[in-house]
């Protein structure tokens, strides 16, 4: 193809390389790969089908055993050199395969895995699941035992009831009064008294 051009100016754009096109473009592309000039259509790896389309593309090698990512490569590279890559991974001591036994979230049909900002542990059932699952009913909660109390929650059950009763003893006195019985009001007012502490 010639270089492009108009009569009165010859130096002012280019003919696309397309074997389709070679529509005289005046802001031609220049492909990364193979190197060659392109029109608006036809710019794109996919539409002149580039053999060099992944020139500068980037890959990461994942070992299989381990999940350890390896090495790094930018452009092609061969089965047969990833594989070499994956032997000298495993001949040099680095690959365990402890390493890949990654905890996911016990709720039927998530594959989440459990890293470190990505579990919580339920504070009923004790059980660590992914965020997408933290709340009670996501996980069905309800399941675990939820008929009787286990030692620990009654223990601790005991031990807010004994904090709650320690807090309304103080603001009585604090204020003069008792929490429960005030003046002007009947007495048949409930004892406990639904006051938080947070």
């Known amino acids: 193809m010639g270089s492009g051009g108009t009569e009165a100016f010859p130096d002012l754009g280019k003919h696309c390389e397309h074997q389709d096109c070679s529509?005289?473009?005046f802001l031609p592309f220049t492909c990364q790969g193979c190197k060659k000039?392109?029109?608006l259509e036809h710019r794109s790896y996919k539409s002149h089908t580039c053999p060099k389309s992944d020139h500068n593309s980037r890959k990461v090698i994942v070992c299989q055993t381990c999940s350890m990512?390896?090495?790094e490569t930018i452009g092609h590279i061969g089965q047969e050199e990833e594989t070499a890559i994956l032997k000298k991974h495993q001949k040099s001591g680095k690959c365990d395969p402890n390493k890949k036994n990654k905890p996911i979230c016990p709720v039927k049909r998530c594959k989440e895995i459990l890293t470190f900002s990505n579990t919580n542990t339920c504070k009923t059932c004790n059980?660590?699941?992914c965020l997408k699952h933290r709340f009670p009913a996501d996980h069905a909660?309800?399941?675990?035992?939820s008929s009787s109390l286990s030692s620990s929650a009654a223990a601790s059950a005991n031990a807010n009831?004994?904090?709650?009763n320690r807090f309304l003893a103080a603001l009585a006195s604090r204020n003069g009064q008792d929490c429960c019985k005030s003046k002007g009001h009947n007495s048949?007012?409930?004892s406990n008294s639904s006051i938080k502490a947070h």
Request: proline share 4%; net charge positive.
């Open 23 to 25: 529509l005289l473009d």
């Open 37 to 39: 000039v392109f029109c």
């Open 69 to 71: 990512s390896i090495e």
């Open 127 to 129: 059980i660590k699941v």
């Open 141 to 145: 909660c309800g399941r675990v035992a």
């Open 161 to 164: 009831g004994h904090w709650k």
């Open 188 to 190: 048949s007012s409930p």
